[in-house]
T-cell receptor, first 118, second 112 residues
């Protein structure tokens, strides 16, 4: 079974440009999460989809970030315009169950996209 | 303000010895904790978890201990192996049950 995949693995852009990150969850997983890790800091939650609906987007830093999950399959995270502080590794995770049931061990992470904003 | 804290950025241990990784949390309402392991260029992978109704959970060489009164948990790896060298993240499920709250991670190096 294929795991969570993310594209691209690495992106280098100039400040002010736009970047779109893509996440393909494990087939059949209704729950999809985006997280970000800035260098040396904790992995921070950005948002949670259940199918195509945003369940919790309280972690989104500001309105320069837009996440979508059309059709409840893959998801994209667009940063427009990118700023220097957006640099970091963006992780996507998927799971068949929500965390509310305390079954987070079924949350599978992708390898991440390393975003560098110059 | 960080709700999950891993105050040791790194730990070095010899093969065969015990590795103890520590984690503190501030929110007494957290009731489910997890440890994730991360190798370079890979995403975190689940290692072991513990519910607040327990004080210990064991899985092979890995044991997690929870001290609720001290808001402290620890991961013990016995015996440590070179393949255990990775970054270990402590995490808690947030109160809404919608997200994981991670610590900054501890880099474990096991030398042979």
């Amino acid at each position: 079974e294929a795991g969570v995949t993310q594209f691209p693995s690495h992106s280098v852009i100039e400040k002010g440009q736009t970047v779109t990150l893509r996440c393909d969850p494990i087939s059949g997983h209704d729950n999809l999460y985006w997280y970000r890790r800035v260098m040396g800091k904790e992995i921070k939650f950005l948002l949670h989809f259940v199918k195509e609906s945003k369940q919790d987007e309280s972690g989104m830093p500001n309105n320069r970030f837009l996440a979508e999950r059309t059709g409840g399959t893959y998801s994209t995270l667009k940063v427009q315009p990118a700023e220097l502080e957006d640099s970091g590794v963006y992780f996507c995770a998927s799971s068949p169950y929500s965390l509310a049931g305390g079954v987070a061990d079924t949350q599978y992470f992708g390898p991440g996209t390393r975003l560098t904003v110059l | 303000d960080q709700q999950v804290k891993q105050n040791s950025p790194s730990l070095s241990v010899q093969e065969g010895r015990i590795s103890i990784l520590n984690c503190d949390y501030t929110n007494s309402m957290f009731d489910y904790f997890l440890w994730y392991k991360k190798y370079p260029a890979e995403g975190p992978t689940f290692l072991i978890s513990i519910s607040s109704i327990k004080d210990k959970n064991e899985d092979g060489r890995f044991t997690v201990f929870l001290n609720k009164s001290a808001k402290h948990l620890s991961l013990h790896i016995v015996p440590s192996q070179p393949g255990d060298s990775a970054v270990y993240f402590c995490a808690a499920i947030n109160q809404a049950g919608t997200a994981l709250i991670f610590g900054k991670g501890t880099t474990l190096s096991v030398s042979s």
